[in-house]
C-alpha cells in the first residue's frame, strides 16, 4: 500500500458509528496537560493529546486477546490501527525535516509489532517523538512550504495532517472498543459519575 493510501485509508462506516457511539467532546481524564505552549501550537497540542490520552485509554482497555480482531477480511486489526498511528506520528514528521528512529521504515512499520505490550509502548513513544518535535519547532518554521503526496502545505499543515489522522483513526479504535463490548473508559467514568450527580 502506498503511504498515500496509507494516510487517507479509512473506514467511513466505522467512523459514522465512531461519531454516534462517542459522548462529544470531552477530555480524557488521563490525557497529559497541554505543553505550556500559546497559540497555533498550543491548540495543537491540546487536541492532539486528547487523541493520545484517549487511544492510550483505549489500547489498555482492549484485552491482548482482541489485538487481532479486525471487522472484516482486508481491513486493521485493532493492534493495527495503534500501529497505523505510531507510524504516522514517526513517519509523517521525516517529511518535515524530523528524523525518525534509527531503523524506521513506513512502509514496514504497522505491521512490525504484535504483542499488546509492545504496541501500547510504541503508540506512547510515537507521540512523545512527535509532540517533541512540534514543541521545538519554532513559530517561523512552521510558515515553511511542505509537500505531501503532492500536496503543497507548510509545516504548520503537516502537524494539522497529524492531528487529523490520530482523530479520524481514535473514532475507528472507539468503534472496534465497542464492537468488542469495551466500553471507553472515559464513557465509563462519565457513566459511573451520573448517579453521584443526580
Given at each position: 500500500?502506498s503511504?498515500?493510501?496509507?494516510?487517507r485509508?479509512?473506514?467511513?462506516?466505522?467512523?459514522?458509528?465512531?461519531?454516534v457511539?462517542?459522548?462529544?467532546?470531552?477530555?480524557?481524564?488521563?490525557?497529559?496537560p497541554?505543553?505550556?505552549?500559546?497559540?497555533?501550537?498550543?491548540?495543537?497540542?491540546?487536541?492532539?493529546?486528547?487523541?493520545?490520552?484517549?487511544?492510550?485509554?483505549?489500547?489498555?482497555?482492549m484485552?491482548?486477546?482482541?489485538?487481532?480482531?479486525?471487522?472484516?477480511?482486508?481491513?486493521?486489526?485493532?493492534?493495527?490501527?495503534?500501529?497505523?498511528?505510531a507510524?504516522?506520528?514517526?513517519?509523517?514528521?521525516?517529511?518535515?525535516g524530523?528524523?525518525?528512529?534509527?531503523g524506521?521504515?513506513?512502509?514496514?512499520?504497522?505491521?512490525?509489532?504484535?504483542k499488546?505490550?509492545?504496541i501500547?509502548?510504541?503508540?506512547?513513544?510515537?507521540?512523545?517523538?512527535?509532540?517533541?518535535?512540534?514543541k521545538?519547532?519554532?513559530?517561523?518554521?512552521?510558515?515553511?512550504?511542505?509537500?505531501?503526496f503532492?500536496?503543497?502545505?507548510?509545516?504548520?499543515?503537516?502537524?494539522?495532517?497529524?492531528?487529523?489522522?490520530?482523530?479520524?483513526?481514535?473514532?475507528?479504535?472507539?468503534?472496534?472498543?465497542?464492537?468488542?463490548?469495551?466500553t471507553?473508559?472515559?464513557?465509563?467514568?462519565?457513566?459511573?459519575?451520573?448517579?453521584?450527580?443526580?
Open positions: 500500500m503511504m498515500h493510501r496509507m494516510v485509508a479509512s473506514l467511513a462506516p466505522v467512523a459514522l458509528v465512531a461519531a457511539l462517542s459522548s462529544g467532546v470531552t477530555f480524557a481524564q488521563d490525557a497529559a497541554p505543553a505550556a505552549t500559546s497559540g497555533v501550537k498550543g491548540d495543537l497540542l491540546t487536541w492532539i493529546q486528547d487523541a493520545e490520552g484517549k487511544l492510550a485509554q483505549l489500547a489498555d482497555a484485552p491482548e486477546s482482541k489485538y487481532g480482531w479486525r471487522p472484516d477480511t482486508g481491513v486493521r486489526s485493532v493492534g493495527g490501527v495503534f500501529m497505523h498511528v507510524a504516522a506520528n514517526y513517519g509523517l514528521p521525516s517529511f518535515i524530523v528524523p525518525a528512529p534509527a524506521f521504515k513506513f512502509e514496514t512499520y504497522e505491521q512490525s509489532l504484535t499488546k505490550a509492545d501500547v509502548k510504541a503508540l506512547h513513544d510515537s507521540f512523545a517523538h512527535m509532540e517533541g518535535a512540534l521545538a519547532t519554532s513559530d517561523a518554521n512552521m510558515d515553511k512550504p511542505a509537500e505531501f503532492g500536496m503543497k502545505t507548510t509545516v504548520r499543515g503537516a502537524y494539522f495532517l497529524l492531528l487529523s489522522h490520530a482523530h479520524e483513526h481514535l473514532g475507528q479504535a472507539i468503534a472496534y472498543a465497542r464492537m468488542n463490548k469495551v471507553p473508559p472515559w464513557s465509563a467514568k462519565e457513566h459511573a459519575a451520573e448517579p453521584k450527580k443526580q
